[in-house]
């Protein structure tokens, strides 16, 4: 297997180049279970954060960065846009989303509890890496139809095209890479 080396918010880390079609292949980034990561990209991110209310993230690759970010700002709560709606959930939100990581369309549910906890208030939207802005897109229709107020949205990676967008904040550029390995132009 090919890899990719990068540092990220002063930690080293290795990506595991993954096929994603016959041309490109991209550097698939995990944050679980590497803690030292996890915690030195939510400081950095924390630093070029706007003010906020409340932190949103999908599931499942952002809740620990969203979690760490919300434990070094001293924030009681954050929320998450579910794959599937939960038991507990007293009534649900859905938006539809496709991801360049997942094979077929996905839906995202916020809970109706979480929703009046967010209306009106300034949400920031975190993900671990944003690629073609899909999951981020749905995760804005969910805030916006709750009636949140989105004054920032943030990543720890922005790969391919997200990289130009000038209406998020990351920390590092990932770049899509050729079947050989090298970096695609």
Same mark, same amino acid.
């Given at each position: 297997?090919?890899?990719?080396?990068?540092?990220?918010?002063?930690?080293?880390?290795? !990506?595991?180049?993954?096929? +994603?079609? *016959?041309?490109?292949? =991209? %550097?698939?980034?995990?944050?679980? %279970?590497?803690?030292?990561?996890?915690?030195?990209?939510?400081?950095? +991110?924390?630093?070029?954060?706007?003010?906020?209310?409340?932190?949103?993230?999908?599931?499942?690759?952002?809740?620990?960065?969203?979690?760490?970010?919300?434990?070094?700002?001293? @924030?009681?709560?954050?929320? =998450?846009?579910?794959?599937?709606?939960?038991?507990?959930?007293? %009534?649900?939100?859905?938006?539809?989303?496709?991801?360049?990581?997942? *094979?077929?369309?996905?839906? +995202?549910?916020?809970?109706?509890?979480?929703?009046?906890?967010?209306?009106?208030?300034?949400? +920031?939207?975190? @993900? @671990?890496?944003?690629?073609? #802005?899909?999951?981020?897109?749905?995760?804005?229709?969910?805030?916006?139809?709750?009636? #949140?107020?989105?004054?920032?949205?943030?990543?720890?990676?922005?790969?391919?095209?997200?990289?130009?967008? @000038? *209406?998020?904040?990351? !920390?590092?550029?990932?770049?899509?890479?050729?079947?050989? #390995?090298?970096?695609?132009?």
């Amino acid at each position: 297997m090919k890899y990719y080396e990068m540092n990220i918010a002063g930690v080293d880390h290795k !990506l595991p180049l993954c096929k +994603l079609n *016959d041309e490109i292949y =991209i %550097g698939a980034f995990v944050i679980f %279970g590497h803690a030292k990561l996890t915690v030195a990209a939510a400081k950095a +991110l924390l630093e070029k954060a706007p003010e906020y209310d409340y932190l949103i993230t999908a599931e499942a690759k952002g809740i620990p960065l969203a979690h760490e970010m919300a434990r070094q700002n001293g @924030d009681d709560y954050y929320f =998450i846009a579910r794959k599937y709606p939960k038991l507990y959930m007293t %009534g649900v939100f859905e938006v539809n989303v496709r991801s360049i990581t997942t *094979d077929k369309e996905q839906t +995202l549910y916020l809970d109706s509890a979480d929703a009046e906890l967010m209306k009106g208030k300034r949400i +920031l939207l975190v @993900d @671990d890496v944003i690629s073609t #802005g899909e999951s981020l897109a749905a995760i804005e229709a969910l805030v916006e139809k709750a009636g #949140g107020n989105i004054v920032g949205k943030m990543a720890i990676l922005a790969e391919g095209d997200a990289q130009e967008r @000038d *209406d998020i904040i990351y !920390l590092e550029k990932l770049p899509l890479f050729n079947p050989d #390995g090298t970096v695609r132009e």
